[in-house]
């Protein structure tokens, strides 16, 4: 009796208690709370992939030419991220953009639960706090694209190997299987192998290389693992091939990192070298590299930010001293992540109509100038894909590249002879350009060769009339 009366009367655990609470917040309620914004549909991009998969499923193959656009059609392209582009397609024909939405809010739960499981395993401090400055940088670029289902592949790999080199050895073989989903999901891939390196580095020197035969065995499979792109050695050199374009300085998401355009990054990035300098810690020596790279790469293209704060996410916080607080489990919490998926799902949604998402726009366009050669706003290039009509580009610029590109890109920003040229030589009978192209529309519509059919408060349609 007096066992069940102390059993009764246990005070309750209020450290874990809280944690369960921050758990369910952070690693649940915040990912998924995203999905019911509609901000992950701000990039018209989503809608090529989306396209794209659909392309792929139809024809039972990956496309190698453009079977897309007006201007390019045949050309040979490189569908790197075919893998991801399906899991859109299938999303998208199942449940509309409730279902992209759904599938984005899975990933974000995968990679905040990876992280989570492997902070509080490896006793780190705070990680709340890491959680929280992960999820503050990654913010801005969480959209229904490839990349963020890549986000999981890289923290599981990451956490994958620390935790097995602080065992003082390499993964298991078989391990390197995740991999072969890497390379066919997103072109950050060739990531994986110098991240490996650093952490392999480090854990050679603690055991004094006693494992080298382990790890060079590890690296040989994961290389094997890594060339089973269903693209060949095109899709193996296409994400070194993209970073060299010209073109990427006119890409708002390949644009270096400023205080101006990401400020968050700065104060993440800043609080976290502070609290490092506060607590004395020292990186080892691997992971040190790693991360200055990764921070060039990250200052170099607002993009590769993701790449950087996801690892160091991984990285720092276990080097951080601290006393271990209660366990929390996370599986069993991992399920109430089930019904809040399943609501998303469940729940309609229209993403706001905008350059990224212009229904309307797309909707007045008159059937008979459908299949009519024409010019088109950058964004609008992977809705008007999704619609069946054939733009004159759209988010795969490098397919298109850099001289292309450039040229549009002087295009847009309203030089009407680069227009007038490109209206002989690909024969354009119609332009759907944004109301931010504004030099353009009204340069077009001076001339008295244009005349405009259709606007609304996103963008206009002209059609040429001589």
């Not at 450290?15 to 701000?42: A, D, K, M």
């Not at 991360?291 to 916080?317: D, E, M, W």
């Not at 059937?367 to 050669?373: A, G, V």
């Not at 009978?429 to 996103?458: A, C, F, H, P, T």
């Amino acid at each position: 009796m007096s066992t069940q009366a102390e059993s009764r009367d246990e005070p309750l655990d209020w450290r874990l208690l809280g944690q369960q609470l921050l758990f369910i917040f952070f690693v649940i309620g915040l990912p998924v709370g995203v999905g019911f914004t509609g901000i992950i549909f701000r990039d018209g991009d989503a809608s090529w992939h989306v396209a794209a998969g659909r392309w792929i499923m139809s024809h039972g193959r990956i496309p190698t030419v453009d079977p897309f656009s007006c201007t390019f059609a045949g050309h040979p392209w490189v569908a790197t991220e075919w893998l991801s582009e399906i899991f859109y397609a299938v999303a998208f024909n199942l449940d509309g953009y409730a279902g992209l939405a759904t599938l984005v809010c899975a990933a974000l739960v995968a990679l905040n639960g990876i992280v989570f499981f492997h902070l509080q395993r490896r006793g780190a401090a705070m990680p709340w706090a890491s959680l929280l400055g992960m999820n503050v940088v990654l913010a801005p670029l969480v959209m229904a694209r490839p990349h963020v289902l890549a986000w999981p592949m890289l923290a599981g790999w990451t956490v994958l190997l620390l935790s097995r080199a602080d065992e003082g050895r390499p993964p298991p073989l078989w391990s390197a299987l995740l991999l072969v989903v890497w390379t066919n999901l997103h072109t950050s891939f060739p990531l994986a192998a110098p991240i490996g390196a650093a952490i392999a580095l480090d854990s050679l020197v603690a055991v004094k290389w006693k494992t080298l035969r382990e790890w060079l065995m590890f690296a040989l499979v994961s290389a094997i693992a890594v060339c089973a792109n269903a693209n060949g050695i095109t899709g193996l050199v296409q994400p070194f091939h993209i970073s060299g374009l010209e073109m990427l300085s006119v890409i708002g998401e390949w644009s270096p990192t400023t205080t101006h355009n990401t400020p968050e990054f700065f104060v993440i990035l800043f609080a976290g070298l502070g609290l490092l300098l506060w607590r004395g810690v020292r990186v080892p020596a691997g992971r040190l590299a790693m991360l200055l790279a990764l921070l060039g790469l990250a200052f170099v293209h607002v993009r590769h930010q993701s790449f950087f704060i996801i690892f160091a996410a991984c990285v720092i916080p276990p080097l951080i001293p601290t006393k271990r607080a209660g366990k929390l489990i996370p599986a069993p919490f991992l399920l109430a992540a089930l019904p809040l998926l399943a609501a998303r799902a469940f729940m309609p949604l229209v993403p706001a109509e905008n350059g990224a998402n212009p229904r309307s726009l797309i909707a007045a366009v008159p059937q008979e100038l459908r299949s009519q050669p024409m010019l088109n706003s950058y964004g609008f290039g992977g809705p008007l894909i999704l619609a069946g009509i054939r733009p004159y580009v759209d988010g795969r610029a490098e397919m298109y590249g850099d001289a292309f590109v450039m040229d549009y890109a002087k295009i847009q920003r309203g030089d009407l002879a680069r227009f007038d040229r490109a209206v002989k030589r690909y024969g354009i009978r119609w332009v759907m350009l944004s109301n931010k192209d504004g030099d353009l529309v009204r340069g077009i519509e001076r001339s008295g060769n244009w005349r405009r059919i259709y606007g609304d408060q996103v963008g206009v349609i002209d059609v040429r009339v001589r």
